[in-house]
């Protein structure tokens, strides 16, 4: 058997704080929304219901064969109409549409009515438009009343433009659509031509076959939840929807679909995922799962004063292969669509259709509502929070869940499926920021050999770090922090198990990187950057110990060493630095400062053949020569000359220095070889 679930949220605008209420979507119509919108109205008896699958919808329909007595609104002249209504059951195929209206036979019947693209009947806005005529025990006087919306509807207050009628006196019912008819008349014409002109009006649906010549039909109307869960989760694998984006009111809604898809995708301890693979121009099938908002499945009506149905959606399954979990029996779901009304004008608030549609990726998974009307007792305070609740909050949560959301996702979708379980502790090894870390994640339960993956949406692992497809953690870390996760493993039998973990990760030792001073000269400007190491920024940077020469000095917030020293001499120093964390480290330094006469100077530079001989001014008899970055072999031949022999330089620039052996360097000289 395969059954297909539809659940529909109805939107009802609020007035002075009233909830609105959330299941088909809908807005709840005024009376004057249903007059003006509908295209006929009606009053009649029920004579028969059947069944049978529609190829051409690819859906179960139900036919409802109707004598009309009297015709409020419309062009009907056919003494019996026969409405097409979605859902019902057609041997072991089942379609559960929740918010479709009911009948029974021989029921007396007020009917707002509209049409199917073809002319065929159906009653307008769903179970908003369908009224039961009956006898008041008190009075004995006929009386309209609505149905009742039952499970899986929401609704939401009343709308702005008018009151909502759900039970009145016939004879004043009657007087009221007549009265309403009169006072919107121009309203109602310029409706009727917008959205009915060119659309016939048929008696019978040209499908529809009498039920006593179709074998083994029988209606089915299921206003309770029923029960449906993905397997793909259980493999390890996405459930993956497909957007059609005609239509859509303004990019930003397949964000607000995406939206609602990753809030039900980042629930830790819930294998289920969610992901929107792309775009499509398909519409409704059994086997692909699909969110559109062009009606291309005809189900939603247009509809006056911003009222009515806004999305729906459901979810198609097989019957035929069941699970348990906990105390329930539940199918296999095959496939999914949330439908959006492209004649609403509800999309303005971009939160309140994350909102929905949340709501409403929660029905496609499978899940019900928190607490509705007619479930036992009263909601609790939880259940009232839930974004499944009944009736929806726009209270700027958006796409968000909340605590029985959450417990539900990880009731249908538990962190592990067969037997295979993560065995590593939640809490990893702690690691050093700039020092390599491992660690192994293991797993047992189900057969090996085992593939390790991050779950998406489900946290990061420290910079640095990477999960290798064997379960090893490694890396070096670049960041300090404590990192939240998910891991998720697969076996060789397509079971997947899912674990949240944490890794902390420790700032390196907080350490003076600078490792030595450069000497300064008297008289002439010195600047060294003091550079840290590990802790946490910021630095704050002190004297320690000993005296600065005098004309320089350190700058606190950024370490620089700064200043003209005005004596020489060698001065022994310690620094400190201090980091966010109050850590401290030290280091001993030496700083010298020399005259100018100790400082070496190049004049000229003479190249010829592989001799070079420098001159200039206070060279040591130690001083090394540099040239390009390389020291060579030279012989000091006094203070102001220096030789170096068997040199080979290419042509082009070269760059010399000198350096003494108190550290002191020259001024760079270039050296041009021709």
């Keep these: 058997m395969r059954i297909i679930s539809s659940a529909l ?11 609105s209420t959330l299941a088909t979507t809908a807005i709840i119509p005024s009376d004057a929304g249903l007059i003006v919108g509908a295209r006929c109205i009606i009053t009649g008896k029920v004579l028969s219901i059947s069944s049978r699958f529609n190829t051409r919808l690819g859906d ?25 209504e979605p859902g019902g059951r057609d ?33 307008y806005q769903m179970f908003l438009g369908k009224f039961s005529i009956s006898r008041a025990p008190e009075t004995g006087r006929l009386i309209v009343t609505r149905q009742t919306h ?7 207050g009343q709308g702005p433009d008018g009151p909502i009628t759900d039970q009145m006196d016939l004879a004043g019912y009657r007087h009221l659509i007549k009265a309403t008819l009169s006072s919107y008349a121009e309203q109602s014409r310029q409706f009727q031509t917008r959205y009915y002109s060119g659309v016939p009006l048929t008696s019978a649906p040209p499908e529809y076959k009498p039920a006593s010549s179709v074998q083994g039909i029988q209606p089915e109307f299921t206003l309770h939840p029923f029960r449906g869960r993905w397997l793909e989760p259980d493999r390890g694998q996405p ?3 497909v957007l059609n984006p005609d239509q859509q009111p303004s990019p930003q809604t397949a964000d607000d ?11 830790n301890g819930s294998l289920m995922r969610v992901t929107l693979s792309g775009t499509t121009d398909l519409c409704l099938t059994p086997t692909t799962s699909t969110i559109y908002f062009d009606n291309c499945d005809s189900r939603h009506s247009p509809m006056p004063f911003c009222q009515g149905v806004v999305a729906i959606g459901g979810f198609f399954a097989d019957y035929s292969v069941k699970q348990t979990v906990g105390d329930f029996e539940l199918f296999k779901i095959v496939g999914a669509y949330i439908s959006f009304n492209p004649y609403t004008c509800s999309y303005a608030n971009d939160c309140n259709i994350r909102e929905i549609a949340t709501h409403e990726m929660g029905h496609t998974l499978g899940l019900g509502h928190s607490w509705q009307p007619g479930d036992p007792g009263v909601p609790t305070a939880e259940q009232q929070d839930a974004t499944m609740y009944f009736a929806a909050h726009f209270d700027g949560r958006c796409a968000s869940l909340r605590t029985d959301d959450i417990n539900g996702i990880i009731f249908l ?3 592990s499926s067969g037997d295979l379980q993560i065995a590593t502790d939640s809490s990893l090894a702690p690691g050093v920021v700039g020092t390599p870390y491992s660690q192994a994640l293991t797993a047992g339960g189900e057969p090996a050999p085992y593939s390790w993956t991050i779950a998406p949406l489900k946290g990061s692992l420290p910079p640095g770090l990477s999960l290798s497809p064997a379960g090893i953690i490694s890396g070096t870390p670049l960041l300090a922090g404590t990192f939240s ?14 674990k949240a973990f944490s890794i902390t990760i420790s700032a390196a030792p907080l350490t003076v990187g600078t490792t030595t001073l450069n000497a300064g000269v008297k008289g002439f400007p010195f600047s060294q950057q003091l550079l840290a190491a590990g802790g946490t920024p910021p630095y704050r940077w002190s004297l320690a110990t000993g005296l600065l020469p005098a004309g320089l000095s350190l700058d606190p917030g950024n370490g620089m060493l700064s200043g003209t020293p005005l004596v020489t001499g060698t001065f022994p120093v310690s620094v400190s630095v201090t980091d966010a964390t109050s850590g401290t480290a030290l280091k001993a330094f030496q700083i010298m400062v020399v005259g100018p006469d100790s400082v070496p100077q190049i004049s000229t530079a003479r190249y010829k053949g592989t001799k070079l001989v420098l001159r200039g001014a206070h060279f040591d008899s130690a001083a090394t020569l540099v040239i390009d970055g390389s020291a060579v072999s030279s012989a000091i031949q006094s203070d102001q000359a220096i030789v170096a022999k068997r040199l080979s330089l290419a042509g082009g620039t070269h760059q010399i220095v000198v350096l003494n052996s108190n550290g002191i360097a020259s001024s760079p000289f270039t050296l041009t070889v021709n």
């Design 9 to 19: 949220l109805l939107l009802a605008l609020t007035i002075a704080g009233e909830i």
């Design 60 to 84: 179960v329909s139900t036919y409802v064969r109707v004598r009309v007595d009297e015709v409020l609104k419309g062009d009907i002249t056919a003494a019996e109409i026969v409405l097409r």
């Design 91 to 123: 041997g072991d195929l089942v379609s559960v549409v929740f918010g479709a209206p009911e009948f029974r036979a021989s029921e007396q019947v007020l009917l707002y009515l509209d049409t199917w693209p073809d002319g065929s009947f159906r009653v």
């Design 150 to 156: 039952g499970p899986n509807v929401d609704l939401i």
């Design 239 to 241: 459930v993956s929807f």
């Design 257 to 267: 679909v995406v939206a609602a898809i990753n809030a039900w995708s980042s629930v």
């Design 413 to 415: 979708y538990p962190a």
């Design 485 to 498: 996760f998910s891991a998720q493993v697969t076996d060789s039998s397509s079971h997947a198990a899912q």
